[in-house]
Structures are given as structure tokens and as C-alpha cells.
């Protein structure tokens, strides 16, 4: 099955400076990459997720990048803000036999 | 269109009692899929439903189990309940599998064991 690795952990970062997070998995035939943010005490919610036929996609501060050779996806967030502050996890999916892991999640903290 | 919903939100009980969870998907979605998540050890998947038959399955004993119903309602079961039961259980519905769609979460059922 799959194994999905994310790092880092925690993460904190200063209003306005960028946040990376970035995740490797182990299957290369793994083809749907979706990131999650998860605030305190509500539930995970898709923010932006990337298809293995892509390298890249953005959607205003956030983008997710994509190395199928090297086998990692990283989560990167702009400019960021208190609200960006949750715990983001990513997965990485097979099509062929409905397999999904999730990474552990990285806790990210943007301070004011 | 309404979301995932899930009940009850609040459960607490006692060690050797058995608990039932329900989740109702998004209206149109066929898969349901449960997870387990806890401070330690992030979402852990338990199993996934399509079309009312089990297409996936985590690494749980056999204590865990769960159903789906042709309205693609879901429930789990955890039976004979064990203090490191005691966790935030979500589920998801996507429209045809975790593997290919976004899936959209549940406020999530949290499960004390005493």
C-alpha cells in the first residue's frame, strides 16, 4: 500500500512570510494528490489538490507542486495570515485499487 | 446541497460497551469512507462503503465494522470498547471513491471511553 511521509511536523511562521509543507509517498503509480486544512475543533476541509498529469496548481496565496520522478508534493502558502494557522495534511491516492493514505499532518502557526 | 452530517456528536461510555455511529453523505454521493482521529496518531482510515458493500479496509481489529445502506447512510460499530477507543471518528462522502474525488468530511462523532 501506500505510505505518505509529511514534514515538517510544526511550523511557524511570521504574518506575511511563506509556509512550505511537503509530503513524499511511495507508490510512483500513486496519480490524486489532495491537501487538507483542518482549524481546532472543526473538520478537515479540501483546499487545493493536483492530478499526477500536472505539475503545478494555484489558487491565489496557495499552490501545490508536484515531482512525480522524485515522488514529493509540497503545499505552499504566501503571504500568510493568523486564519492560515491549522493542521494541514496530505494524502496521496491510488485509482487502480481505492488506496489512500493521509501524511500525519503539520501544525502551522502563523504569528501576528 | 446539504453536508456530511454525523450523529451523535458527543458519546461517552463506558469500557466493554459497544457504540454505533451514523453518517449521512452528501445527497448523490456512493462512498463513505471512516476515519479515526486522535492527538498521537493523525487520521487513521478505518474502511470505506460503496454502493452498500466494503471496498476498503485500514489496519482496525475486527471490533471495528461498519455498514452502508442503499441510501448510502453508513454506520460503524465498535464493540467491546476499549479505553484507546477514545477518539474524534470522521467520515467523508464523495461522489464515486476517496481514491479519485475530493471528499467532504463530517463534523465528526467524539467518542469518550471511561
Known amino acids: 500500500g501506500e505510505n505518505v511521509e509529511q514534514h515538517p511536523s510544526t511550523l511557524s511562521v511570521q504574518e506575511g512570510d511563506s509556509a512550505v509543507i511537503k509530503c513524499t509517498y511511495s507508490?510512483?503509480?500513486?496519480?490524486?494528490f489532495p491537501w487538507y486544512k483542518q482549524e481546532l475543533g472543526k473538520r478537515p476541509q479540501l483546499i487545493i489538490d493536483?492530478?499526477?498529469?500536472?505539475g503545478e496548481k494555484k489558487d491565489q496565496r496557495i499552490a501545490v507542486t508536484l515531482n512525480k520522478t522524485a515522488k514529493h508534493f509540497s503545499l505552499h502558502i504566501t503571504e500568510t495570515q493568523p486564519e492560515d494557522s491549522a493542521v494541514y495534511f496530505c494524502?496521496?491516492?491510488?485509482?487502480?485499487?481505492?488506496?489512500?493514505?493521509f501524511g500525519a499532518g503539520t501544525r502551522l502557526t502563523v504569528k501576528p | 446541497k446539504a453536508g456530511v452530517t454525523q450523529t451523535p456528536r458527543y458519546l461517552i461510555k463506558t469500557r466493554g460497551q459497544q457504540v454505533t455511529l451514523s453518517c449521512s453523505p452528501i445527497?448523490?454521493?456512493?462512498?463513505v469512507s471512516w476515519y479515526q482521529q486522535t492527538p498521537g496518531q493523525g487520521l487513521q482510515f478505518l474502511f470505506e462503503?460503496?454502493?452498500?458493500?466494503?471496498?476498503n479496509k485500514g489496519n482496525f481489529p475486527g471490533r471495528f465494522s461498519g455498514r452502508q445502506f442503499s441510501n448510502s447512510r453508513s454506520e460503524m460499530n465498535v464493540s467491546t470498547l476499549e479505553l484507546g477507543d477514545s477518539a474524534l471518528y470522521l467520515c467523508?462522502?464523495?461522489?464515486?471513491?476517496?481514491?479519485?474525488?475530493?471528499?467532504?468530511f463530517g463534523p465528526g462523532t467524539r467518542l469518550t471511553v471511561l
Open positions: 462503503y460503496f454502493s452498500e458493500t466494503q471496498r
Open positions: 493536483i492530478r499526477s498529469n500536472v
Open positions: 494524502a496521496a491516492t491510488l485509482h487502480n485499487n481505492n488506496d489512500m493514505r
Open positions: 507508490d510512483s503509480a500513486s496519480n490524486y
Open positions: 467523508a462522502s464523495s461522489p464515486q471513491g476517496r481514491s479519485t474525488d475530493t471528499q467532504y
Open positions: 445527497s448523490g454521493h456512493r462512498s
